[in-house]
């Protein structure tokens, strides 16, 4: 099995405009930016944001964007349209607040639906706190889950997933990481719910990659995957591979192995210091392909499970080395 479908960020290639649009006078519409990804080489499938990028009738939508030579993978939620949600989405401590944000998300749902995808990505980064003795935490858990499982039985064919990060905008997130993650999709209990791995989160949540997306796979789903890189203090948005190849090495062969068939999402931030979004979409696309490769000259060589069934570190990393790195 490969990993070829490659989604990316949509808002990123508003960056360095002038590059593709010399004349271009504001900013670049939505439409315009999404025929500039799809002008980047191996770019299959594209991630909208709800309701940002889905103003217009969702089927309509979701047939431009198929018309440029691409394919919605799936929405994502991004709670910023009431100012209210600062202070959290399913877990505010305004009922109506609460009821507007599980709305919203139902309407999400029924877009994506609309679209012909079946994947809506759930990030609540708004649902935590900053301080000690903010929340009952036994209220804000049970308003969490809640909320998750009513969005998710809004539609059973619809998978839901959760992408978790430690913190921002709050200083504590409430679905800060994997194992917090997988609790609260238990509770809630739903077939249909899993979990959206990012890279660089993963990172800064104290986790090894590899072994976070496949305990995942023993307890849920892995329905996404957002690759990027970072220094592991923040979500840096950094290309594929720029800081820990290995660790981005070691998670795509591991979610290979598990049977993971979704898209490969670059959640990575050229804008940040105005790169060439085309160019940077395209070398990620080229990291991967390469790291794939490297994979399967891994997984051809029968050694690598030998050490590691007698945990061996030194063999490990010299057989890695032999496949990663070419000989002078």
């Known amino acids: 099995m490969t990993l070829s479908r490659f989604a990316t960020r949509l808002n990123s ?8 649009w010399p004349d271009l006078q504001g900013k670049p519409s939505f439409m315009q930016i999404a025929a500039r990804a799809a002008t980047a080489k191996g770019l299959t499938d594209v991630d909208l944001n709800y ?15 198929c018309d440029l030579g691409l394919q919605v993978n799936g929405l994502a939620m991004r ?4 100012p209210a949600f600062k202070l959290g989405a399913f877990t505010n401590p305004d009922k109506s607040v609460r009821r507007e944000a599980i709305e919203l998300t139902k309407r999400g749902i029924d877009a994506a639906r609309a679209m012909g995808a079946d994947l809506m990505t759930l990030w609540l980064g708004q649902d935590g706190f900053d301080y000690n003795f903010q929340l009952d935490y036994s209220q804000a858990w049970d308003l969490e889950v809640a909320g998750i499982r009513e969005v998710a039985e809004h539609d059973p064919a619809c998978q839901v997933s959760i992408e978790y990060k430690p913190d921002e905008p709050r200083a504590q997130a409430l ?3 994997c194992a917090t993650t997988l609790l609260a999709i238990q509770d809630a209990g739903c077939p249909n719910l899993g979990v959206t791995m990012d890279f660089a989160h993963s ?14 796979h023993r307890r849920s789903k892995l329905l996404g995957v957002h690759l990027n890189d970072g220094y592991g203090k923040r979500d840096d948005g950094l290309m594929v591979g720029a800081v820990h190849l290995r660790s981005t090495l070691e998670l795509l062969r591991q979610i290979r192995r598990d049977g993971y068939e979704g898209a490969l999402y670059f959640d990575t931030f050229p804008d940040a210091s105005g790169l060439d979004p085309v160019a940077e979409c395209e070398t990620n696309i080229e990291t991967v392909n390469r790291l794939m ?7 051809a060589d029968n050694r690598l499970g030998e050490a590691q069934a007698h945990q061996d570190g030194v063999a ?11 000989a002078a």
């Not at 309701?51 to 964007?65: C, E, F, L, T």
């Not at 990172?203 to 995942?216: D, K, N, S, V």
């Not at 490990?316 to 070419?326: D, T």
């Open 51 to 65: 309701p940002d990028h889905v103003a217009d009738d969702p089927r309509a939508v979701g047939a431009r964007i």
């Open 316 to 326: 490990s990393q010299s057989i890695v080395n032999q496949a990663l790195i070419a």
């Open 79 to 82: 709670y910023y349209t009431n």
């Open 203 to 216: 990172l800064y949540a104290g986790e090894q990659p590899a072994f976070a997306a496949h305990l995942i």
């Open 13 to 20: 290639f508003g960056s360095a405009p002038h590059l593709f």
């Open 175 to 177: 679905l800060r990481d």
């Open 293 to 299: 490769a490297v994979a399967d000259r891994l997984d």
